[in-house]
């Protein structure tokens, strides 16, 4: 993507001023995104994003450029004028640049390139269908597509040459129920991180399905309650609450600055002896992992919790020059664009002992959270919210009434205090997290989970 001389010759530049550390990003991102509305394709986007990000770290300072000039004057240029930002004593570095062997745990079959838009529209049409098919009470659906292929250089002056090629492919199915003016919205998108030879397997009949039943249940469903419950939280995408609520607590962006109710807490009680909790990048085509960060350092399956106590971090480079600890492989950035920062890949509660059923029915009274939608959460406090867009009432022990628009209000740190059984189907779901280096694919996950007491608000009666 860079001839090697020219990467070389741009590094040298960047560290004129007095720098310590200079690392260049390239990437090379080609994508397709297509829109459906109603069954009618509105919008098919193809394109290319090219660029090089150019960083340079002097102590733990640091300054960040970036061009889709990849001419050599021009990178030298920017390279030179980010350089300005540093005040220090030029250091004559040398370095050899040394090719990086990369593992790749993550094969592809099939290029989406390979695959023909019309296939790719053949999919979004079955989404569409089985979903308005499923009730007449089902008035509209928005599908979507999306692939893209990002290869990307990465390349420093302590030597590290590595090259690596990603490939993400999702459907994105939301289906509106109406009844007498009312509606209700529901959305499914799974993906992966992979070739499309996960469309052709993926059971896109089921998924279209599941976003009209989702949407009518909670068209029909009665307001939730408010108050102090039992709370129990399903699997797999349920695991958006240890993301926010704890993850982002976990990163070293938040950590280092002691803006984080888990900064110098390591092999402290955190949790209920019940939770361990991983962050692992490795797992094989998980739409959070990689074969390397956006540092160029490999990903690993990173212990975060282990029976309740506080085993680690996530940390990237910078956090590592701030905490005095080693890299994690959770240097992570949307494109060229953004500089790397301390991110999750694939987060997740680890399966207990507990059935699911039996974490119901030794629930006399509570609130069941099936869905999860997004929430917001402070990491300096853990104060969260989220909205369960799915959820029903538990009486004596058995699934009941479903109720809509209740929200979870609590603090992480209490939360987690507060896991009193663990279910043992652990399941992933995935997503969007967006931070200050942009937004990127995520896993949240975790078995069902029971909290012995949550603050719900809500508008409904009891």
């Known amino acids: 993507m860079l001839q090697e001389a020219i990467t070389e010759r741009v590094l040298h530049a960047a560290l004129e001023t007095g720098g310590d550390f200079s690392e260049i990003f390239v ?23 090219f660029g090089v990000g150019i960083r340079i770290i002097k102590g733990e300072f640091f300054v960040y450029a970036y061009t889709n000039d990849a001419r050599e004057d021009n ?12 005040r220090g004593n030029r250091r004559n570095i040398t370095f050899d640049l040394r090719r990086s062997i990369i593992d790749d745990k ?15 529209v053949e999919w979004m049409r079955r989404a569409h269908e089985s979903a308005k098919e499923y009730d007449s009470i089902i008035s509209q659906t928005m599908i979507s597509y999306s692939d893209s292929v990002q290869n990307i250089l990465i ?8 090259e690596d090629q990603r490939s993400y492919n999702r459907l994105g199915i939301g289906a509106v129920a109406e009844f007498h003016g009312d509606k209700e919205t529901a959305f499914l998108g799974p993906g992966s991180f992979s070739g499309l030879e996960y469309m052709e397997k993926l059971d896109i009949e089921f998924y279209g399905r599941e976003a009209a039943r989702s949407a009518k249940t909670i068209l029909h469903a009665d307001l939730a309650p408010a108050g102090n419950f039992p709370v129990v939280i399903d699997n797999e995408f349920g695991g958006v609450i240890f993301h926010e609520a704890c993850g982002h607590g976990l990163e070293s962006a938040a950590v280092a600055r002691k803006a984080s109710v888990f900064a110098d807490q390591l092999d402290e009680h ?8 991983f ?13 390397i960060d956006d540092e160029g350092t490999k990903t690993k399956k990173n212990l975060l919790i282990e029976n309740g106590i506080l085993k680690g971090y996530l940390i990237d480079r910078l956090g590592s020059l701030k905490m005095g600890m080693v890299p994690t492989g959770s240097g992570r950035r949307e494109s060229y664009k953004y500089a790397p920062v301390s991110r999750m890949n694939n987060t997740f509660i680890a399966p207990g002992t507990s059935a699911p059923e039996d974490i119901v029915s030794n629930t006399e009274f509570g609130i069941y959270a099936k869905y999860l939608e997004g929430g917001s959460v402070n990491p300096a406090t853990s104060d969260y919210n989220f909205s369960i867009s799915e959820g029903y009432m538990i009486r004596n022990g058995k699934i009941a009434e479903a109720i809509k628009g209740a929200t979870l209000i609590g603090k992480g740190i209490d939360t987690l205090k507060k896991i009193d059984m663990v279910g043992n189907n652990l399941g992933l779901g995935i997503g969007m997290c967006g931070a200050s280096s942009g937004t990127v694919p995520v896993t949240v996950g975790q078995p069902m989970i029971r909290v012995s007491e949550l603050t719900v608000g809500g508008r409904g009666e009891m």
């Open 155 to 162: 390349a420093n002056s302590e030597g590290l040459l590595a």
């Open 27 to 49: 990437e090379d991102k080609r994508g397709t995104f297509l829109n459906m509305i109603g069954g009618t394709v509105e919008k098919a986007v193809s394109g290319r994003d």
């Open 106 to 120: 993550h094969k592809i079959a099939v290029m989406p390139h390979a695959v023909s838009k019309k296939r790719k």
């Open 75 to 86: 990178l030298i240029r920017v390279a030179r004028a980010a350089s300005q930002a540093i």
């Open 279 to 291: 962050d692992d990048g490795t797992i094989p085509n998980a739409w959070g992992s990689l074969n």
């Open 270 to 277: 955190v949790a209920s002896p019940l939770v361990t909790a």
